[in-house]
Structures are given as structure tokens and as C-alpha cells.
């Protein structure tokens, strides 16, 4: 068995040996406070056509939110880059918002847009927002100066250097951010929910906890954890189809 293999079946072997000690720290407990992984898997076979259903809203909410700040912090965060001395006027509102926590703006949001599907969307969007911007601006900046001489040789315009030049260079730092942003998008939807919301997994975890089903809410919970595993999983593949190039150059030479 070669070395990949057995890193592999570690991989399995943990989980596996996890699950057990939590089934014998549960029959030896004997209180529904604690239940194991067997009325675990009891409540996801009873409520998973809920579970889905209100997994479903939330990752619908998640993907409008990340959208809205795909398509407005990704061209923001290169043109600061761009233009330096914008970049540099706004880097202290920038670092400012990135140690904010989206959760810290519910009672504003809630102020202008209520509690409806709007303000859910703006604080994903918020939260987001941050690590798209900052790679995005940070992968703009950095662009070696060999590429803006190649743009003045070119005689190319600002619009046309950020579209040709900053952005291929900056695909690998934004996909990075992207990546962050997605993980971002669902913790908050889910955070969101759980103090806005009448739907949504957040809101079925709530419930859950609020009627001691303690059992139905780690059945939401292990659901989340595979709709984030199979979502990083789908968006790394997608970053290693549409970055070949970047993942081709840093292969270890042999």
C-alpha cells in the first residue's frame, strides 16, 4: 500500500473511530440530551425531506448574496488596485469593514430593509463582500510592474489594462477570496436565519433546540457539513478547470 493510500484510509479510519466512542459515550450516558449517532441517523432517515426543503431556501438565500457581491466587490477591488491613490485613501475603510463581523450589522440592516429575504441577502452580500474585495484589491496591487509597462507599450487604457492585464493576473488571488467568500456566505445565512428568518436550516436548527430535539438538530447540522463539503469541493474543481494554467506552473519539477 502506497503512501497516498494509507493517508487516505486515515482519512476514513478517524471519522470512523469518532463515531464510535460518541455511540458508547451515548449508551452510557442514557439521556436524549445526548444522543448518538444511531438516533442520529434515526432523524435524518424522519426529517430529511425537511431538512433538505429548508437546506434548500438557505443555500438559494447564500448563492443571492454571494452573486450581489461577486458582481460589485470583484471590479470594485481591482479598480482600487488600479488606481492607487483611491485604494490608498479607502485601505483604512477597507481594513476597517474587514474586521467587522456580519452579524454586527443585523440591527442596522434590520433598521432599512426589515426582516424579509432583502436584509438576509445584504448581510450574506456584507459578509461576502470582504474577502472578495480585499483579495481582488490585494491581487491588483501586487501585479508586477513588468505588466503595466507592457500596457503603456500597448497603449492600452486604463478600462483596457484592467480587463486584459489585472484581471488574468488576478484570477488566482480572487479565486482564493472566492472560495473564503462562499464558506462566508453560508455561515451567515445560516446565522441570519436563526435571528431573522421564519424558514431556513437556521431556523430549523432553532426550533430543534428550542423543543429538545437534539437529535433532529445534529441531523440539519451533519446535512450543512455536506452541503459545504460537496459546494468547496465543486468550486475547487471549477478553479482547477478554469486556472489549469496556474495549477499546471506550480506542479513540483520532477
Not at 478600462?159 to 467568500?181: C, H, K, V
Amino acid at each position: 500500500m502506497n503512501r497516498e493510500r494509507r493517508i487516505a484510509l486515515l482519512g476514513l479510519l478517524v471519522p470512523l473511530v469518532i463515531v464510535i466512542l460518541w455511540q458508547i459515550a451515548a449508551l452510557l450516558q442514557k439521556t436524549p440530551l445526548f444522543p448518538g449517532p444511531l438516533k442520529v441517523a434515526l432523524a435524518i432517515w424522519q426529517n430529511y425531506p425537511v431538512i433538505l426543503h429548508e437546506l434548500g431556501i438557505t443555500l438559494l438565500r447564500a448563492t443571492a448574496g454571494f452573486a450581489v457581491a461577486v458582481i460589485t466587490m470583484i471590479p470594485l477591488g481591482i479598480f482600487l488596485g488600479r488606481v492607487r491613490v483611491i485604494g490608498r485613501v479607502l485601505e483604512p475603510l477597507m481594513d476597517m469593514l474587514a474586521t467587522l463581523p456580519p452579524p454586527a450589522i443585523i440591527p442596522l440592516v434590520m433598521l432599512f430593509a426589515g426582516t424579509g429575504d432583502w436584509a438576509k441577502i445584504v448581510i450574506i452580500a456584507y459578509a461576502a463582500a470582504v474577502p472578495l474585495l480585499m483579495n481582488s484589491y490585494e491581487a491588483s496591487h501586487s501585479i508586477h510592474p513588468m505588466l503595466s509597462r507592457v500596457a503603456k507599450s500597448l497603449h492600452l487604457s486604463r478600462l483596457e489594462t484592467m480587463r486584459l492585464i489585472d484581471w488574468p493576473s488576478s484570477l488566482p488571488m480572487i479565486a482564493t477570496g472566492a472560495r473564503l467568500a462562499i464558506a462566508s456566505s453560508l455561515l451567515v445565512s445560516v446565522t441570519s436565519e436563526m435571528l431573522l428568518s421564519t424558514n431556513g436550516i437556521g431556523t430549523y436548527l432553532q426550533r430543534s433546540q428550542e423543543n429538545f430535539r437534539l437529535d433532529a438538530g445534529l441531523a440539519g447540522i451533519a446535512f450543512i457539513s455536506l452541503a459545504g463539503i460537496l459546494v468547496n469541493a465543486g468550486v475547487f474543481r471549477l478553479e482547477k478547470k478554469w486556472l489549469f494554467w496556474h495549477y499546471r506552473d506550480q506542479r513540483p519539477v520532477e
